[in-house]
């Protein structure tokens, strides 16, 4: 049966992307049902949420949220305004805390476009359908017997040998053929664990290549990134319990999650713009002649602010290289680079969800020590980097799996 | 107490809150401190990207840049506010957000605070006897402070 989930929007239809929405969920098993209020009611949840706006439409979204909170069945919301809405976008976060003060069950936000990417809803309604369904072995605290996890990222592939509850062997390689890199981390992995593939007793895996990599390595638990990533962060600080806000950045791909008891229910994904990924740090690292193990370190050494002029990957590099011409010390631009991606993530996604204490970072942008030490300027409390943070998603996998 | 008077830049609002003894929460003391801060440069009112900043604590970075640059300025006075007066329907001159989403936003934050608020509509004419009297019961049943 179809998992239901409230859409509440104000008007997709006319956005022409209804459709694909309907597409989607289907391919994930969502039925997207559209809360039923009476018009009669719209004064009233206005009132109970404290706005009313100008748009008849946005004020029927807010009585469909408060109409939800009637009905059992629904199990996710999705809630949606269309970019650059202004007033939509007031009322979406409105409708959103309202909903998060008032329910547990899990809420994605996205903003329609005309031509929406739709890889981009597809990884939030899969993940958001796992936040759903698999609750029960999202639920494992430890991990047991034999495992591997494989996390097939976009741009690094990292694969850990699990054994009773602790990480035994690890590799983490570029990304190139998925496939390749899989089969190759696979064996540095078990090589460093002194295992052989019939050691293990099941294998899981995540990350963007995982349907391929799945497939070929016979896997017995393929998942998404965002619940695994979650788990993951939650073994690796011991943090099972209570709420927390997971960051992880990746090569490519950043995502922020809330988590209550070590299981996500809440996200935002990112990967709309390259210069909040590791890879804007690479290239920033690569201009400034050091390995990226070690820009963390120079960016440490800074002791006079400096700004890039933007955060982009090609003008956020090129006022890098402007600002070294300039003489700048190099120190100084290595923690600007480190300021412009936790800058970006915090405005474009940290901002748009309710923190929720201790913040845990994860990802190979994590061991960027300059990363950490902005997001604790940003956010004025404490980052905790758990140790083998970059296998957050293989150790997340390899212990789920170990549940099945 | 500290009173937040709304429209945000209501003279008479604010001299309303000063004769019932308490002190206005006005937009012009934070704007008259950008202008007079020589370190920023952004004329006419010295909005700067701190400010801007400072708002996506409320606000969407969705949100137009006008919406963000009004809230940021705003939001200090949302901070320190004790108690409010909220004026609905008053004509432009009487005081103005000039933006009809941070007009119905900023009221939305006020009410969240939960701290003491008259909402009351102005009134012209003959009626304005009767508003101004609302607005002065309201400020005198409020804690005056030592």
């Avoid at chain 1, 390749?180 to 895996?205: F, H, N």
């Avoid at chain 1, 913040?359 to 300059?370: A, M, Y």
Wanted: proline content about 4%; charged content about 25%; glycine content about 8%.
């Amino acid at each position: 049966m179809a998992t239901r989930v409230a859409q509440i929007s104000c008007g997709t239809e006319y956005s022409g992307i209804q459709w694909i929405l309907d597409d989607i969920a289907e391919q994930v098993g969502i039925e997207l049902v559209y809360p039923e209020m009476e018009l009669s009611q719209v004064e009233a949840a206005c009132e109970e949420m404290g706005l009313k706006v100008e748009s008849p439409s946005l004020n029927m979204m807010m009585a469909r949220a408060v109409s939800m909170l009637k009905d059992p069945s629904i199990k996710g919301v999705l809630l949606l305004t269309c970019f650059r809405c202004a007033e939509g976008t007031v009322v979406k976060d409105v409708v959103r805390r309202f909903l998060h003060e008032r329910t547990d069950i899990p809420i994605i936000t996205y903003s329609n476009v005309e031509k929406p990417k739709e890889i981009e809803l597809y990884a939030r309604l899969e993940a958001l359908k796992t936040l759903i369904t698999r609750k029960a072995l999202l639920m494992r605290e430890r991990q047991e017997g034999t495992t591997l996890g494989v996390d097939s990222g976009s741009s690094t592939t990292k694969v850990v040998v699990m054994k009773d509850d602790e990480i035994v062997g690890e590799a983490w390689i570029p990304t190139t053929d998925p496939v390749e890199s899989a089969d190759d981390a696979i064996e540095r992995a078990l090589e460093t664990a002194g295992m052989k593939e019939q050691d293990i007793e099941a294998i899981g895996v995540t990350g963007h290549g995982r349907e391929l990599v799945g497939e070929h390595v016979k896997a017995d638990l393929n998942l998404e990134e965002v619940s695994v990533v979650a788990k993951g962060a939650a073994l690796l600080t011991g943090r099972h319990k209570g709420e927390a806000t997971v960051i992880d950045i990746g090569g490519m791909n950043n995502k922020l999650i809330l988590m209550r008891d070590g299981i996500a229910n809440s996200f935002s994904l990112g990967g709309i713009c390259g210069g909040s990924s590791g890879r804007f740090l690479e290239v920033a690292a690569h201009r400034l002649d050091v390995d990226i193990s070690e820009l963390g370190q120079l960016a440490l050494k800074s002791k006079e602010r400096h700004e890039l002029q933007s955060y982009c990957m090609v003008f956020g590099i090129q006022s890098l290289v402007v600002s070294l011409a300039a003489g700048v010390k190099r120190e100084d631009v290595a923690a600007a680079a480190c300021r412009s991606v936790a800058e970006q993530v915090y405005e474009t996604q940290i901002q748009e969800m309710e923190m929720r204490p201790p913040v845990i970072f994860v990802g190979g942008v994590s061991l960027v020590e300059g990363v950490k030490k902005e997001f604790e300027h940003l956010l004025g409390t404490e980052v905790v980097v758990p140790p083998n943070s970059q296998y957050a998603g293989a150790v997340g996998i390899a212990t789920l799996v170990s549940g099945l | 107490m500290k009173v937040l008077v709304y429209p945000p830049n209501s003279l008479i609002l604010a001299d309303l809150v000063e004769r019932g003894g308490h002190e206005p929460v006005v937009l012009m003391r934070e704007i008259g401190k950008h202008v007079r801060d020589a370190e920023i440069d952004a004329p006419p009112l010295n909005v700067t990207e701190e400010d801007l900043k400072r708002a996506l604590r409320y606000v969407s970075v969705e949100e137009p840049a006008g919406v963000k640059g009004r809230i940021g300025l705003l939001v200090p006075l949302l901070e320190q506010a004790e108690a409010s007066i909220i004026l609905t329907d008053a004509p432009p001159t009487f005081g103005c957000m000039g933006c009809a989403v941070s007009d119905e936003f900023f009221k939305f934050l006020i009410r969240k605070r939960k701290i003491p608020t008259l909402e009351v509509r102005y009134e012209g004419g003959d009626r304005m006897k009767e508003m101004v009297d609302r607005i002065m019961a309201f400020l005198a049943g409020l804690p005056k402070g030592e």
